[in-house]
């Protein structure tokens, strides 16, 4: 049988560790092997592992839980998708010319009932990363989205969405098929629909690209996602004309679940695994379901015309400013 | 959001230096230099021309309230939520405090915020209007734009009104972080309102509508209107030349290239542009009037040629 290789893929604060976990491996085959008892170290060693773990996730900088979002072994819509419902079909095409690999959707059904879901779709591996444009859809994964959410709407199915990616496509293809005209109708649209819409932030929110599949009766996002305006990168060349002051970027953006949460933006925040959902897919998985299946219940209870202006009033009240009265 | 930036290097490539005689009178702004065809045009005439170029139709930047006044009939005009002022939710700051920068470019316009907002009347025809100021922070998109924005749809809605919204703008206000994205979706949301009941909504592209601007309300009008030679895009030049590595086909993201491709309806010059916004609304108001306010006062059609 040939052992698969495990691609490991390690960001800087994930290092410490990582080899304080392979030790305590080593040492359980080697103990094995040589039929020793070494259960009293062992445990030693896993509270000293909860702690470290305990330590890095709670004292991570914005620009880490970037890096985080960004994970490549962070799972993708298509891996929740498979792991959350029992029955699931994509479906294909924007009926326009295209069908966009970067903007997933289909139907599914969850503990048996039905829902529509869709998603940015990134690469698994840089090959499927190639194909999928790392995620950044295209005005043609947008249409698809929208014929989805109105199919959706018609046989009375919830929407789920999921949002990653990294933006919406900046090229000269994207711009000649209306990446604006795209992502705006969708804005607009998503207030007109009945049925209920839950949309999660699983990984990178990325601007106008995300909010294009965002328009929510409860927004969402995974602890370790974020959401952000501007790509941290881009704004600090902006900003700091310096793309090198990213992590500054990060920081004043107010990029994770936890600002985003206090700041009103978003309804709620699903706890991750202690080392980020890709330490842990399966668990991450059921979180999400839970957290998602949670608030359906909730948005049940409503009318549809209860949903929708849950909806109007949710984006309507999001801003800051101040009255001034005249002197 | 990056096109700002592309917007900023431009304006660092101006013109060359011109005689010294004349320059001393076009600073004293009697005379105006065209900064496309360089053809020095009496300031008065120009003005009279609604900032276009007589010589080569170059379309001048318009103020908010110049533009206003170009639009309604004179002495109409009922400004909406003036006391709405700007706040810095983030704290936030990047090689300058953004209350500052606010307060900068406060001081600098006159205005409180990148649009203003109100009721008038066009040809006797009333509409709620929306204008944006590039001259505030180039235009961007933060929570005050957008709360006045809605608040004039909502209004619109009300009041059966037709909205008609002139956009320029680099897109989102990165200061406002995920607020200024959200605007985005909350405008997007009163204009579902406004169609619902059936109300015209007509954007005006000018220069330049870029970023979170295009991808919500310059892209949602019953009819869009754009003005020749506006920059409108989603996505900066410099950042699609970043990830392309390749020339940009001529014309890119021009007003021209948005007309061939399908996303606006027609290229007015402004010079046109009330008469063709009054046609519209007024063919979108079967019941309101019978007879094109038009015909009642040129006893004529409009003409699609422009007239200097
Ligand atoms: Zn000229």
Same mark, same amino acid.
């Given at each position: 049988?040939?052992?698969?290789?495990?691609?490991?893929?390690?960001?800087?604060?994930?290092?410490?560790?990582?080899?304080?976990?392979?030790?305590?491996?080593?040492?359980?085959?080697?103990?094995?092997?040589?039929?020793v008892?070494?259960?009293?170290?062992?445990?030693?060693?896993?509270?000293?592992?909860?702690?470290?773990?305990?330590?890095?996730?709670?004292?991570?900088?914005?620009?880490?839980r970037?890096q985080?979002?960004?994970?490549?072994?962070?799972p993708?819509?298509?891996?929740?998708?498979?792991?959350?419902?029992?029955?699931w079909?994509?479906?294909?095409?924007?009926?326009g010319?295209?069908?966009?690999?970067?903007?997933?959707?289909?139907v599914?059904?969850?503990?048996?009932?039905?829902v529509?879901?869709?998603?940015?779709?990134?690469g698994?591996d840089?090959?499927?990363?190639?194909?999928?444009?790392?995620?950044?859809?295209?005005?043609?994964?947008?249409?698809?989205?929208?014929?989805?959410?109105?199919?959706?709407?018609?046989?009375?199915?919830?929407?789920?969405?999921?949002?990653?990616?990294p933006?919406a496509?900046?090229?000269?293809?994207?711009?000649?098929?209306?990446?604006?005209?795209?992502?705006?109708?969708?804005?607009?649209?998503?207030?007109?629909?009945?049925v209920p819409?839950?949309?999660?932030?699983?990984?990178?929110?990325?601007?106008?690209?995300?909010?294009?599949?965002?328009?929510?009766?409860?927004?969402l996002?995974?602890?370790?996602?974020?959401?952000?305006?501007?790509?941290?990168?881009?704004?600090a060349?902006?900003?700091w004309?310096?793309?090198?002051?990213?992590?500054?970027?990060?920081?004043?953006l107010?990029i994770?679940?936890?600002?985003?949460?206090e700041?009103?933006?978003?309804?709620?925040?699903?706890?991750?695994?202690?080392s980020?959902?890709?330490?842990?897919?399966?668990?991450?998985?059921?979180?999400?379901?839970?957290?998602?299946?949670?608030?359906?219940?909730?948005?049940?209870?409503m009318?549809?015309?209860?949903?929708?202006e849950?909806?109007?009033?949710?984006?309507?009240?999001?801003?800051?400013?101040?009255?001034?009265?005249a002197? | 959001?990056?096109?700002?930036?592309?917007?900023?290097?431009?304006?660092?490539?101006?013109?060359?230096?011109?005689?010294?005689?004349?320059?001393?009178?076009?600073?004293?702004g009697?005379?105006?230099?065209?900064?496309?065809?360089?053809?020095?045009a009496?300031?008065?005439?120009?003005?009279?021309?609604?900032?276009?170029?007589?010589?080569?139709?170059?379309?001048?930047?318009?103020?908010?309230?110049?533009?206003?006044?170009?639009? @309604? !009939? %004179?002495? /109409?005009?009922?400004?909406?939520?003036?006391?709405?002022? *700007? #706040?810095?939710?983030?704290?936030?700051?990047? =090689?300058?405090d953004?209350?500052?920068?606010?307060?900068?470019?406060?001081?600098?316009?006159?205005? @409180? !915020? %990148?649009? /203003?907002?109100?009721?008038?009347?066009?040809?006797?025809? *009333? #509409?709620?209007?929306?204008?944006m100021?590039? =001259?505030?922070?180039?235009?961007?998109?933060?929570?005050?734009?957008?709360?006045?924005?809605?608040?004039?749809?909502?209004?619109?809605?009300?009041?059966?009104?037709?909205?008609?919204?002139?956009?320029?703008?680099?897109?989102?206000?990165?200061?406002?972080g995920?607020?200024?994205l959200?605007?985005?979706?909350?405008?997007?949301?009163?204009?579902?309102?406004?169609?619902?009941?059936?109300?015209?909504?007509?954007?005006?592209?000018?220069?330049?509508?870029?970023?979170g601007?295009?991808?919500?309300?310059?892209?949602?009008?019953?009819?869009?209107?754009?003005?020749?030679?506006?920059?409108?895009?989603?996505?900066?030049?410099?950042?699609?030349?970043?990830?392309?590595?390749?020339?940009?086909?001529?014309?890119?993201?021009?007003?021209?290239?948005?007309?061939?491709?399908?996303f606006?309806?027609?290229?007015?010059?402004?010079?046109?542009?009330?008469?063709?916004l009054?046609?519209?609304?007024?063919?979108?108001?079967?019941?309101?009037?019978?007879?094109?306010?038009?015909?009642q006062?040129?006893?004529?059609?409009?003409?699609?040629?422009?007239?200097?």
């Amino acid at each position: 049988m040939s052992k698969t290789k495990k691609k490991t893929f390690l960001l800087d604060f994930e290092k410490p560790l990582c080899e304080l976990e392979s030790r305590i491996d080593q040492i359980k085959t080697l103990a094995e092997e040589n039929q020793v008892d070494v259960s009293a170290e062992i445990s030693q060693l896993e509270i000293r592992a909860d702690q470290l773990r305990q330590e890095i996730f709670s004292t991570l900088t914005p620009g880490q839980r970037l890096q985080l979002a960004r994970h490549p072994r962070r799972p993708s819509t298509l891996d929740y998708v498979q792991a959350i419902s029992d029955e699931w079909l994509e479906l294909h095409g924007d009926r326009g010319g295209y069908d966009d690999p970067a903007l997933v959707g289909g139907v599914a059904r969850i503990d048996g009932r039905p829902v529509v879901i869709m998603g940015h779709q990134k690469g698994r591996d840089t090959k499927d990363n190639v194909a999928r444009n790392f995620g950044m859809a295209f005005p043609g994964g947008y249409r698809k989205a929208l014929r989805l959410m109105e199919h959706a709407n018609k046989f009375d199915l919830p929407i789920l969405t999921f949002i990653d990616t990294p933006g919406a496509w900046s090229g000269v293809e994207a711009e000649k098929l209306g990446q604006g005209e795209a992502i705006a109708y969708n804005l607009k649209k998503m207030f007109s629909f009945d049925v209920p819409i839950i949309c999660t932030v699983i990984g990178e929110g990325g601007s106008g690209g995300a909010l294009g599949i965002g328009v929510a009766d409860r927004l969402l996002m995974l602890e370790h996602s974020v959401y952000t305006v501007a790509s941290p990168e881009a704004c600090a060349a902006i900003l700091w004309k310096d793309a090198k002051k990213s992590d500054r970027a990060a920081a004043a953006l107010k990029i994770t679940s936890w600002d985003l949460k206090e700041l009103g933006i978003i309804d709620g925040i699903i706890s991750e695994p202690s080392s980020g959902a890709h330490a842990n897919p399966v668990d991450a998985a059921v979180k999400l379901k839970q957290a998602i299946w949670k608030n359906l219940e909730e948005l049940w209870q409503m009318t549809p015309q209860q949903r929708k202006e849950l909806r109007y009033q949710k984006f309507r009240n999001m801003g800051r400013f101040e009255i001034v009265e005249a002197q | 959001m990056s096109s700002l930036f592309d917007w900023f290097a431009n304006i660092r490539k101006t013109e060359p230096a011109v005689q010294k005689q004349q320059e001393r009178e076009i600073a004293d702004g009697l005379w105006t230099k065209c900064s496309s065809c360089n053809s020095v045009a009496y300031t008065k005439d120009l003005q009279a021309n609604q900032l276009v170029c007589p010589e080569c139709k170059y379309h001048n930047r318009v103020d908010s309230d110049e533009r206003i006044k170009q639009i @309604t !009939d %004179a002495g /109409t005009w009922k400004p909406l939520d003036e006391n709405i002022h *700007p #706040i810095d939710p983030l704290k936030f700051r990047d =090689r300058k405090d953004y209350q500052a920068r606010l307060q900068d470019y406060q001081s600098k316009t006159g205005l @409180t !915020d %990148a649009v /203003t907002t109100g009721t008038g009347l066009i040809d006797g025809l *009333p #509409i709620a209007l929306g204008v944006m100021d590039f =001259r505030f922070m180039g235009g961007s998109m933060g929570s005050v734009v957008g709360e006045k924005l809605c608040r004039l749809i909502e209004h619109a809605t009300a009041e059966s009104f037709p909205v008609v919204i002139v956009c320029a703008s680099g897109g989102a206000r990165m200061q406002e972080g995920m607020f200024s994205l959200m605007q985005m979706a909350k405008i997007s949301g009163a204009l579902q309102r406004h169609q619902e009941a059936k109300l015209l909504y007509i954007p005006i592209l000018a220069h330049p509508t870029m970023g979170g601007v295009t991808a919500s309300f310059a892209m949602l009008g019953d009819i869009i209107l754009a003005e020749p030679k506006a920059t409108i895009g989603f996505a900066g030049r410099r950042v699609i030349e970043q990830t392309l590595r390749e020339k940009l086909p001529d014309g890119f993201q021009t007003s021209e290239y948005l007309l061939e491709h399908g996303f606006v309806d027609s290229i007015v010059p402004r010079t046109q542009l009330k008469k063709t916004l009054t046609q519209l609304i007024s063919l979108h108001q079967p019941f309101y009037t019978l007879m094109s306010p038009l015909e009642q006062n040129n006893g004529h059609h409009s003409e699609v040629s422009e007239k200097v």
